[in-house]
């Protein structure tokens, strides 16, 4: 969970790279893992973040997977972030508390928890064509900084470890969702194991895509990607199925709504259109036949994600009551389940929009 800094720690980190100039340092972001906040210095505004290190345990590697690919993207003319240096050069201020701090110019815009269809497709150009212009990066020079984090299967083992440990007493309140994640463990290991095989193309992935992770400007196109700390090796399909399940449902991530928890086909069908026109003919006919299945996934990986950290006893994502992650997982589950009822259907969209786009 990230920490609440005082007064003083904020401002010796913001001096750390802006010196005198720093006016004032505020709170901002609704995140789970970093601390996150506003910096003003004359005209100019910057967002001051201090990693998680209990999240990210090697923050100098995580900065310098970030510096190889926005040095990349910026060499094909693509926006993104721009860090600033300490006053000794270096990407991060290590403030001798077991802080580690980084600093990037803000990138004007705005990011969104829901979209119009019409914002959701740009959001998706966006993903596509900072998948397109990496695709020449050679993603085995990145670190693995969070090993095994698109790891469905190992995600699933995790999760029978904590149910066999049961630390919180937590296990016989949450059987449903134990067998729900039980019935689809047979799927957990597709995506790794065609890595594996070179079925899949092993590329740049960021990871996290969900819909703020984009900012949008005031004309509604999109800017660029933010939130690079996940940047890691993997297929392209952890990041369409996780914009897709954190975007294309019927109902936001948390809700309650279980019942009217759905993929909305026309969000689908946006994304998909916005995401393959801004890849363009970087991808292959094994990812295309994939898009759908990654959706599934993502909701399946992150639903038995929470449910393991409420039986851990909310070690992981920050909560605000005593079950929230279970119900989490259980609205992931549901989205899950609905979305592999309509692979077949979100199959037929997904042809129909490379096709035209082909032609």
Not at 282 to 288: D, K, R, Y
Not at 316 to 321: A, E, K, L, V
Request: hydrophobic share 40%.
């Amino acid at each position: 969970m990230s920490i609440i800094h005082t007064e003083k720690a904020l401002r010796r980190a913001a001096c750390a790279f802006l010196g005198d100039r720093v006016e004032s340092v505020l709170p901002c972001g609704s995140g789970l893992i970093n601390s996150t906040y506003e910096v003003s210095s004359a005209n100019e505004k910057y967002i001051l973040q201090c990693i998680n290190t209990s999240i990210f345990r090697a923050p100098d590697l995580v900065m310098e997977n970030i510096s190889g690919v926005t040095g990349h993207l910026r060499s094909k003319g693509v926006a993104t972030l721009c860090y600033m240096r300490t006053s000794e050069g270096g990407l991060l201020f290590y403030d001798g508390e077991g802080g580690a701090w980084r600093m990037n110019v803000m990138v004007p815009g705005r990011t969104f928890e829901a979209l119009t269809p019409e914002l959701f497709r740009e959001c998706a150009l966006t993903f596509g064509r900072f998948q397109s212009a990496l695709s020449d990066f050679d993603a085995s020079l990145l670190h693995e900084t969070i090993p095994g984090f698109h790891d469905t299967a190992a995600r699933y083992a995790s999760l029978c470890r904590a149910c066999a440990r049961d630390p919180e007493g937590r296990v016989s309140t949450c059987g449903r969702q134990i067998d729900f994640a039980h019935l689809h463990s047979d799927k957990a290991s597709l995506f790794t194991d065609m890595l594996r095989d070179k079925t899949l193309p092993l590329r740049v992935v960021h990871n996290d895509t969900k819909l703020n992770n984009c900012v949008i400007d005031d004309a509604g196109k999109g800017v660029c990607v933010i939130d690079l700390d996940t940047v890691m090796p993997g297929t392209l399909l952890y990041d369409f199925g996780d914009a897709v399940r954190s975007g294309a449902s019927t109902r936001p991530e948390g809700s309650l709504d279980f019942d009217n928890t759905h993929i909305s086909l026309e969000l689908y069908e946006a994304f998909t259109s916005g995401f393959l026109e801004g890849v363009g003919l970087n991808i292959t006919q094994a990812e295309l036949e994939n898009l759908p299945m990654s959706a599934f996934m993502l909701a399946y990986e992150l639903g038995m994600r929470f449910l393991t950290d409420y039986i851990e006893g909310d070690v992981y994502f920050r909560t605000s009551y005593p079950t929230q992650n279970l119900d989490r997982a259980q609205g992931q589950f549901v989205l899950a389940q609905d979305i592999l009822s309509k692979t077949d259907t979100l199959s037929l969209i997904t042809g129909k929009i490379y096709s035209s786009l082909k032609a």
